[in-house]
């Protein structure tokens, strides 16, 4: 059974860093692509950054430039590294998995990230 655990989460001020993990278990993440995605209060589930088992990285518009997605097959680990957050950033952040980084059938519970003004 696919189970995925994001960790990481937490408060910080506007222009601080965050690095989320999300641990991989029942797969071989080698083999899958891997996503974020956040769901601010009142709005959708959002794409974040997707990592293909081939190393093909997307992000969204919003955080080009500033979120990193990696991937550590070895440890079976996806992460993403948050630098100069800004209050809109503020959301849960989800891990998944599936037959894309835009197609995913499987989640993680979640961590929350809050950014202070």
């Known amino acids: 059974q696919v189970q995925l655990a994001e960790s990481g989460g937490g408060l910080v001020q506007a222009g601080g860093s965050l690095r989320l993990s999300c641990a991989a278990s029942?797969?071989?993440?080698?083999?899958?692509?891997m996503a974020w995605y956040r769901q601010a209060p009142g709005k959708q589930r959002e794409f974040v950054a997707g990592?293909?088992?081939?190393?093909?990285?997307s992000y969204t518009d919003s955080v080009k430039g500033r979120f990193t997605i990696s991937r550590d097959n070895a440890k079976n680990t996806a992460d993403l590294q948050m630098n100069s957050l800004k209050p809109e950033d503020t959301a849960v952040y989800y891990c998944g998995t599936g037959a894309g980084t835009r197609s995913i059938n499987y989640w993680g519970k979640g961590t929350l990230v809050t950014v202070s003004a």
């Open positions: 990592i293909t088992s081939q190393f093909t990285i």
């Open positions: 029942g797969m071989r993440l080698s083999s899958s692509p």
